[in-house]
């Protein structure tokens, strides 16, 4: 909830010129729990609590436009990402997912999937976010 309350504060502020990129939402973060929720042993009520929290706020966001980072390239171990995920089939199963669940919920939001080098993802988001400012 705690991003969520920072990303609407953001979003409603005189701050804010037109323009926020989230890294993240609702349906992002029950795919992690997803993730590593799958081999932990879980009473049904803490999934069932969850997934209502999820649905929950999931309808309370409003985006204009999804930038789908596809997992191209090498997972870079910074010191604060998680390693478990850095092999390529868990990754893609991960992204797959993500995908699944965004085809499900997020249907009606425009789409774009970044599957390029850091530049060509750089200039595809600049023309889809360029498309949004046209359509208003």
């Known amino acids: 909830m705690g991003q969520y309350d920072q990303t609407s504060k953001l979003i409603d502020s005189n ?3 037109g323009l926020v990129i989230a890294d993240t939402n609702s349906l992002v973060t029950k795919g992690y729990y ?13 999934g069932e609590t969850f997934d209502n929290l999820f ?8 985006w204009d436009l999804i930038l789908f980072v596809q997992p191209v390239g ?16 868990i990754r893609y199963s991960f992204s797959q ?20 080098d850091y ?18």
Do not use: W
């Open 97 to 116: 997912h993500l995908d699944q669940m965004r085809e499900r919920y997020l249907t009606t939001i425009p789409l774009v999937y970044l599957e390029e």
């Open 34 to 46: 997803d993730y590593y929720m799958e081999t932990e042993e879980q009473g049904d009520l803490s």
């Open 55 to 62: 649905v929950s706020i999931l309808a309370k966001e409003k």
């Open 15 to 17: 701050a804010n010129r």
């Open 119 to 136: 530049l060509g993802n750089y200039e595809a988001a600049k023309v889809a976010i360029d498309a949004i400012y046209q359509a208003d």
């Open 74 to 89: 090498s997972y870079v171990n910074d010191g604060f990402r998680d390693m478990t995920m850095a092999e390529d089939h």
